[in-house]
């Protein structure tokens, strides 16, 4: 594998170099911003709670990633920006099902597959659809269902949980109509992804946060 080969994936590159994509690159620090405004949340509650910790740490280093892979846009700087992404995918199933739900193991094991054939399944289903936006489907259904469900328990992370659903939704269109609307927007729509997922994630380590 060449893992300095260039990767043109967006609507705002139109050529190599570290500042194709300055809008891209630049919305970035939202990520950067949501964790901290999480981690002073986190050190205020005076509970130091570790994986309430891990997830604001997730948070920056998606920054971190995703800003790598809109300036240096190769093999290598792609997988800094997908494996912490879903590093905090999983790990926040994990989280839902055990401390939101309060799922025992087997039901959590049952429940983490369905999620994993889901998220697998998905490309395959809804890749001609909204091309590589079908990744984000089954994290997308997973906080819906858990926000329903915690919602008919009365929960009050229920509230919490489905407004990231809305804002996540909302992000995921923007990052969907990347391509089809460059023709009309020269900068294309994924910095609205990065602003509207950097809330969605501020949301859900805050709402971990409070849970314990």
């Known amino acids: 594998m060449d893992w300095t080969r260039p990767i043109d ?17 630049a919305t970035n620090a939202a990520f950067l911003i949501a964790g901290l405004i999480a981690f002073a949340e986190w050190r205020r509650a005076g509970v ?5 910790l891990a997830l604001i740490a997730l948070v920056a280093a998606i920054g971190v990633g995703s800003a790598l892979f809109h300036t240096v846009a190769n093999v290598w700087s792609s997988l ?3 494996v912490p992404i879903a590093i905090f995918v999983h790990a ?3 989280l839902a099902l055990r401390g939101f739900l309060g ?7 049952i429940a983490f597959t369905g999620f994993l054939l889901l998220e697998a399944a998905a490309p395959a289903a809804l890749g001609s659809l909204v091309g590589s936006s079908a990744a984000y489907v089954a994290p997308l259904l997973a906080l819906l269902a858990t926000g329903a469900e915690l919602r008919r328990r009365r929960h009050p992370a229920a509230g919490a949980i489905l407004l990231a659903a809305q804002v ?3 992000s995921l269109a923007f990052r969907t109509i990347d391509g089809p ?9 994924h910095m609205v992804w990065h602003l509207l997922n950097a809330v969605t994630l501020w949301l859900l380590t805050v709402t971990a946060l409070r849970r314990a």
């Open 92 to 94: 926040y199933v994990l």
């Open 9 to 25: 994936a967006y609507c705002e590159r139109l050529g190599p170099g570290l500042w194709a994509e300055p809008f891209n690159a």
């Open 168 to 170: 996540f939704a909302l």
């Open 48 to 52: 130091r709670d570790m994986p309430s």
């Open 103 to 109: 799922f025992g193991w087997r039901a959590t094991a």
């Open 80 to 82: 800094a920006d997908v």
């Open 181 to 189: 609307a460059c023709a009309v927007l020269p900068t294309g729509t």
